[in-house]
């Protein structure tokens, strides 16, 4: 029993597939969790942490969130917007992980997402955003330690609009990204998992012919979204029919422009932040049945909402494909 | 099998974080069809050639020249990286680069004021230009007539240039265009003085400075100038340039920021000529209307008599039936807006931080201008005739917005969101409507076989702030009807300028 459901546990976790602008969280089942503004979406934990499925089991995923801030970094300056009040958003995803053998787990994820501002006369925007898949290997074992590689790769499913910060529902920027875990299983049902990765993210088209970065107009229908690198460290505990993770990650743009007081935000903005959080999945009595509850408090950013609270629940089932014997 | 996933996948990372390099459209090199000789006789926007005594050069013979010369062929010949990267940038024409340089700069000062504590604004102070709010705020009106004195400028540079060019006829290297003064560098002269009378800030000074002290030598550094056609050009540039500031300095902008009593007078009077419900500002606080008094600036090709009947008729009132329908047509939009025309809202946007849509009208007729290989000394001709159309589409949309003081349509209702930000002045006329027709009135006088795409362009700029919900169909109609009217005083003078 007990092996079946940390075999769930793992699953679950996609948060970070997606990647799409930024969002992680950690703990293992989350998914989502976007982030301020600009950003987005998530993926699962799952490629953040050092849990997996056993082969073929398929985990199926309903994931729900909400975040808002009333705050933003314009730059490294935080600062209210009273034509914005606060920005909430609203996430719904499905997310499927399947376990191909022991070793190899694949992802899939796919959100929906709707915001709305109090305040002010711009409209909040939704829709579909992107899909991730991933993969993780575990090609490294020793003791109670293992090594996990992940890569993932993420693209736009829907024409939404990228240039419309803070309300656009992502930068409708293609992703891949490699990772790598490192899972140590300690006493007491203990663990820690310290995970490190690139996210390399392609150009997006926006609807005018130039922009301003801030030292120079570009004349151009296409705009860099700057690649990210993620960092995140968890520690959980793994017992009876309870798992709970406690997180801090981090992404941290390798480029881009700081938005200018008072201006606008671009998807060519530097968006970083550091958020902490909890992760927790009840193994409910019925069979294959998890559920989960998650929240996470954005501490540091740049050019993004200072998200104060995000919040989100998940229900997780499993299928069995194993040949009955 | 694995290995060679593994390798595809890591190939795809790399391809896609080094393609951060984004397809740029840039300008190609000016090779102009015509030298213009006559254009020495076309007519300035401030006097003559002639109010601008520029003493005859030395002959070609005399020693003073030879030895001139001597020195810039030993310059050209030696040039730097740097030097014959400025050679790059620059080849592609200096009245197009210095348009441009004022885009950037209208974009980097296209920022609103922020409110103070006590939700108050400080308007931007031209005495403490670094100082929050900075000056200038370059909102489209104040853009309008920034374009217009630099686009006068370097018109009226280079048409005194060219009359003392064939005066005194004296060539340094090869082809038919004499060098003195040199165009290149009264370009500079006049443009970047009338940009540092526009953006007193330090950092566009030094922007400025640079672009000029590099500007204005490229001649030289192509092989095409002596430092004595430099030198006159750049006195005659700076004469011209200190005209068109002194004129500025009296066009009445400096009043044109109003306060908050003027505002309520105008209000008053809209409502005394029968409105029901006066525009107020949707910002949070809420913010003295941009430029209120800019319907007061003058104009360059008509005067006040004519703004006042050119005004457009009354709008719709607001329990009108016509009122309700071009309402409920914003709401529709505001709930049921397609791709397509969020990306034509978001096409003409032109909002915070952009050079506005009087820049996005100088980046249309640049492209067209290059098409059309037109020589430095056209290009300045059209870009004035365009531009002070513009600024004179600015005057007139100001005075109709704040005279009739007609409200927005998310301000009648409420529950309507917009695609794009909410203006902080009146609704009635389009701004967008009425630049853009006094624009392409213009170009279309320019370029006449660009008529249909560029009416096209007009109605679907001025359509775009329907779609966006900050406009009635009648004030994006009405706009582009005036913007015409105002368009075509420009036109008939370009007809009438020796130049046509």
Redesign the interface.
Request: net charge negative.
């Given at each position: 029993m007990f092996f079946v459901f940390h075999n769930f546990g793992t699953t679950s976790n996609f948060k970070e597939l997606n990647h799409y602008k930024m969002k992680k969280h950690l703990l293992t089942f989350t998914c989502t969790c976007y982030l301020l503004f600009f950003t987005k979406m998530s993926l699962a934990q799952t490629t953040q942490d050092g849990l997996m499925m056993s082969k073929n089991e398929l985990c199926l995923v309903l994931n729900y969130d909400k975040e808002s801030w009333n705050q933003y970094w314009e730059g490294e300056r935080l600062r209210n917007n009273?034509?914005i009040g606060t920005l909430s958003t609203q996430m719904a995803s499905f997310m499927a992980a399947y376990g191909v053998t022991q070793k190899l787990n694949v992802f899939a994820v796919l959100p929906y997402i709707k915001n709305e501002a109090s305040?002010?006369?711009?409209?909040?925007l939704q829709g579909v955003q992107d899909l991730s898949i991933a993969a993780k290997y575990n090609f490294f074992s020793y003791g109670k330690m293992q090594l996990f590689g992940v890569?993932g790769?993420s693209v736009p499913v829907t024409?939404y609009?990228p240039?419309?910060l803070p309300f656009s529902i992502g930068l409708h920027s293609?992703?891949?990204?490699?990772r790598l875990i490192v899972h140590q299983l300690l006493p007491y049902g203990i663990h820690v998992t310290a995970q490190g990765g690139?996210i390399?993210?392609?150009?997006t088209n926006?609807?005018?012919?130039?922009?301003?970065t801030g030292n120079?107009?570009?004349?151009?229908?296409?705009?860099?979204v700057p690649?990210q690198v993620s960092t995140s460290l968890r520690i959980g505990v793994n017992k009876k029919a309870v798992l709970a993770e406690a997180f801090i990650d981090n992404i941290t743009a390798t480029?881009g422009t700081d938005i200018?007081?008072?201006?606008?935000p671009l998807p060519a903005n530097k968006m970083d932040w550091t958020r902490v959080g909890v992760f927790v999945t009840w193994h409910t009595p019925i069979e294959n049945f998890s559920v989960n509850g998650h929240f996470s408090h954005v501490i540091a950013g740049r050019n993004v909402g200072k998200v104060e609270a995000s919040y989100g629940a998940q229900l997780q089932y499993i299928l069995n494909f194993k040949k009955k014997k | 099998m694995k290995s060679r996933i593994l390798s595809i996948f890591f190939i795809s990372l790399f391809a896609l974080s080094c393609s951060k390099e984004v397809e740029r459209t840039s300008l190609r090199p000016l090779v102009p069809t015509s030298n213009e000789p006559n254009a020495g006789t076309w007519k300035m926007y401030f006097g003559v050639a002639t109010d601008y005594a520029i003493p005859a050069p030395k002959e070609t013979s005399s020693a003073e020249y030879k030895a001139e010369l001597a020195e810039a062929q030993k310059v050209a010949s030696n040039l730097t990286a740097e030097q014959k990267s400025a050679l790059t940038y620059w080849q592609v024409g200096a009245v197009g680069r210095w348009n441009e340089i004022a885009r950037e700069l209208i974009a980097r000062y296209n920022l609103a004021p922020e409110p103070n504590e006590n939700g108050t604004y400080s308007a931007p102070n031209s005495a403490k230009p670094d100082t929050l709010p900075y000056f200038p705020f370059a909102n489209p009106p104040y853009a309008s007539r920034a374009y217009a004195l630099i686009s006068v400028a370097q018109y009226d540079a280079l048409v005194a240039t060219w009359a003392y060019k064939y005066k005194y006829n004296r060539k340094t290297n090869t082809d038919d265009l004499p060098d003195y003064p040199s165009e290149d560098a009264v370009i500079a002269a006049a443009s970047s003085r009338v940009l540092k009378f526009l953006f007193p800030g330090s950092y566009p000074t030094q922007l400025i400075d640079n672009r000029y002290e590099e500007g204005r030598k490229v001649g030289i550094w192509a092989g095409k100038n002596v430092q004595s056609d430099v030198d006159a050009a750049d006195v005659l540039g700076k004469a011209v340039a200190d005209k068109i500031i002194a004129y500025a300095k009296a066009d009445g902008t400096g009043s044109a920021g109003g306060n908050l009593t003027i505002q309520a007078q105008m209000a008053e009077s809209a409502m005394a000529r029968g409105l029901k419900t006066a525009w107020k500002s949707l910002d949070i606080p809420a913010r003295p209307g941009m430029l209120m008094k800019f319907g007061e600036v003058k104009t360059w090709n008509f005067d006040k008599a004519t703004r006042d009947a050119i005004r457009p008729a009354a709008p719709p009132a607001l329990d009108s039936e016509a009122f309700k329908k071009d309402l409920a047509e914003v709401k529709h939009y505001a709930n049921n807006i397609t791709r397509k025309q969020w990306s034509i809202v978001q096409f003409w946007a032109d909002g915070l931080g952009t050079s506005t849509p009087p820049g996005h009208w100088n980046q249309i007729a640049m492209d067209l201008i290059r098409e059309a290989s037109m020589s430095e000394i056209r290009t300045a001709r059209a870009l004035a005739l365009m531009n002070t159309a513009i600024h004179d589409a600015g005057v007139c949309c100001w005075d109709t917005k704040y005279y009739y003081f007609y409200p927005r349509p998310n301000q009648v209702d409420p529950s309507i969101k917009t695609a794009t930000g909410t203006p902080n002045f009146p609704s009635f006329t389009s701004g967008h409507a009425t630049f853009s027709a006094a624009a392409v009135s213009v170009l279309s006088y320019i370029f006449p076989s660009q008529q249909t795409s560029l009416d096209a362009m007009a109605k679907e700029a001025s359509e775009s702030r329907i779609y966006g919900a900050i406009h009635y169909r009648f004030d994006s109609e009405v706009g582009l009807a005036c913007g015409k009217k105002i368009g075509d005083f420009a036109v008939a003078r370009g007809k009438a300028d020796g130049g046509n």
């Open positions: 009273p034509n305040a002010g006369t711009m409209t909040g890569i790769a024409d609009v240039d419309f293609k992703t891949a990204s490699a690139y390399a993210r392609s150009k926006v609807d005018r012919t130039n922009y301003y120079e107009i570009e004349y151009s229908h296409e705009m860099a690649d480029s200018r007081r008072y201006d606008m | -």
